[in-house]
């Protein structure tokens, strides 16, 4: 690919549309949310890495994922405390902390606080916002 930021904080939009799939572009960029039970991450119990699957930056390790029932796939720690940064995001469902990936600022989806130990965290992500690496 030529001409493509190496920047993907200062991707324009038209380089995020030719990167993403349409469903990438909608989740990632206009912070939208897959259906419920629709990831194929939720049914992954190998070991391995969850990446931006706009920018590639780590963001979550099999080891912090776990069963949430919810149908996305759930975590209850990102990979580091510099992987993914928080907003508060008022919506029509009221107000939510939403995750974006720290890197390039893509939405990934949102965090909760009835998760498991040891963090009580639930970070609810849309899997086409992942890229999943088997180490
Ligand atoms: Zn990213």
Redo the contacts with the bound molecule.
Sequence with gaps: MTNQTDD?ARRSDAEWRRILTDEQYRI?REAGTEPAGTSELLHVDEDGLF???????E?FHSEQKYTSGTGWPSFWDPIGDDAVETQRDAGLLGFRTEV???????H?GHVFDDGPEPTGKRYCINGDALAFDRD
């Design positions: 993907p990632l990446r931006c699957a706009g920018c590639g930056a963001l974006l990936c720290a890197r390039c600022g893509g990934l």
